[in-house]
């Protein structure tokens, strides 16, 4: 993949004007609001007798509108006391998959709380069990232009919802710390990882792995990668439908959660990636508000990033903000 966007000099200083409604603030929290009066209950059951070393439970939480919502908990077998969550959200088209493919941040010594993606889950990976039980009107194959002539039925506006929700869960869940919660997620759940950063109060890191739904007028313009190519396929089949389309999306976009945002940050950015180009990356990076934020730059890769080094990056980064914490409540 040749370079196609701007420079990193340029990157490192790209602060674009990203439209922003002015109920954007209220809107969200009506729609939160809304979600948590409709209530439901979090249930947890055991689900692997195949490991040793960390106990496996199946969950379902009450996402958007009470709706259930099925995650992965997975705890090391071994453990004293409540233990820090890492909230990790999924890349477009997949689901929670299988809890073998999620052991990381329980061997790592956290609860590890994997969020099934609703109505996603076919596309790659071992699959998702999480139905999105809503119509909408007439939309691209795939997730980004369902619901898209109305900020109200946006697909995103549930998955978003579900995500702060996920949150909430995990606090209420005896094994874990409250105030010891991160979130993380690559691509889709890099933008999702963000707008729950932004919806959420009080959490120890948000850690965006090249992520998706960031900059929408940019990257719809720019690449001609799928899944920004859904929204151009809308709009090349419904003529004059851009105002309304960008405005739905206005309400959704991560620069505007980025803004928001109050916990220390780690992004990371393929230099050559075409899915989501860097200056989105960087437009919502450029405009975090949270403290400690840091961006990792891959020069070479494309949408795959760093993969596993990047992974090892984030352990590291969220290891040093808990031991920072852990010395300021000492010395206090």
């Known amino acids: 993949m040749p370079r196609f966007d701007l420079p990193l000099a340029e990157l490192?200083?790209?602060?674009?004007?990203?439209?922003?409604?002015?109920?954007?603030?209220?809107?969200?929290?009506?729609?939160?609001?809304?979600?948590?009066?409709?209530?439901?209950?979090?249930?947890?059951?055991?689900?692997?007798?195949?490991?040793?070393?960390?106990?496996?439970?199946?969950?379902?939480?009450?996402?958007?509108?009470?709706?259930?919502?099925?995650?992965?908990?997975?705890?090391?077998?071994h453990r004293e006391g409540p233990l820090p969550a890492v909230v990790e959200f999924i890349g477009y088209g997949g689901g929670r998959g299988l809890p073998a493919e999620r052991l990381s941040w329980a061997a790592a010594g956290y609860a590890s709380f994997v969020m099934d993606t609703r109505g996603q889950g076919s596309v790659?990976?071992?699959?998702?069990?999480?139905?999105?039980?809503?119509?909408?009107?007439?939309?691209?194959?795939?997730?980004?232009?369902?619901?898209?002539?109305?900020?109200?039925?946006?697909?995103?506006?549930?998955?978003?919802?579900?995500?702060?929700?996920?949150?909430?869960?995990?606090?209420?869940?005896?094994?874990?710390?409250?105030?010891?919660?991160?979130?993380?997620?690559?691509?889709?759940?890099?933008?999702?990882?963000?707008?729950?950063?932004?919806?959420?109060?009080?959490?120890?890191?948000?850690m965006p792995d090249v992520p998706f739904l960031c900059h929408f007028e940019r990257a719809i313009g720019l690449t001609g990668s799928d899944p920004y190519q859904e929204v151009v396929r809308y709009l090349a089949v419904h003529r004059g439908a851009e105002d309304q389309v960008f405005e739905t999306l206005s309400y959704f976009d991560g620069v505007s959660f980025a803004r928001r945002a109050t916990a220390p940050a780690l992004f990371s950015v393929g230099l050559l990636d075409p899915v989501c180009p860097p200056s989105t990356v960087y437009a919502a990076f450029n405009a975090y508000t949270g403290p400690d934020k840091a961006i990792t730059v891959y020069p070479f890769n494309e949408h795959e990033g760093g993969l596993g080094h990047q992974w090892q990056v984030q352990a590291a980064f969220l290891a040093r903000l808990l031991e920072r914490d852990a010395a300021a409540e000492v010395s206090a």
Request: glycine share 12%.
């Open 124 to 206: 790659w990976g071992s699959g998702g069990e999480t139905p999105d039980p809503h119509g909408s009107g007439p939309a691209v194959p795939g997730f980004l232009t369902r619901g898209i002539d109305s900020p109200e039925t946006y697909y995103y506006r549930r998955v978003f919802t579900d995500a702060v929700r996920a949150i909430d869960a995990v606090r209420g869940l005896p094994e874990i710390d409250a105030q010891r919660v991160a979130v993380c997620g690559g691509s889709q759940g890099g933008g999702i990882a963000l707008a729950a950063a932004a919806l959420s109060d009080d959490l120890v890191a948000v």
């Open 12 to 77: 490192e200083a790209y602060r674009p004007t990203v439209s922003e409604p002015r109920d954007f603030d209220d809107f969200w929290a009506a729609t939160l609001a809304g979600s948590r009066q409709a209530g439901g209950e979090v249930t947890v059951s055991a689900a692997s007798e195949l490991f040793s070393t960390v106990h496996v439970h199946d969950v379902t939480f009450p996402g958007f509108g009470g709706e259930p919502v099925k995650a992965w908990l997975i705890l090391p077998a």
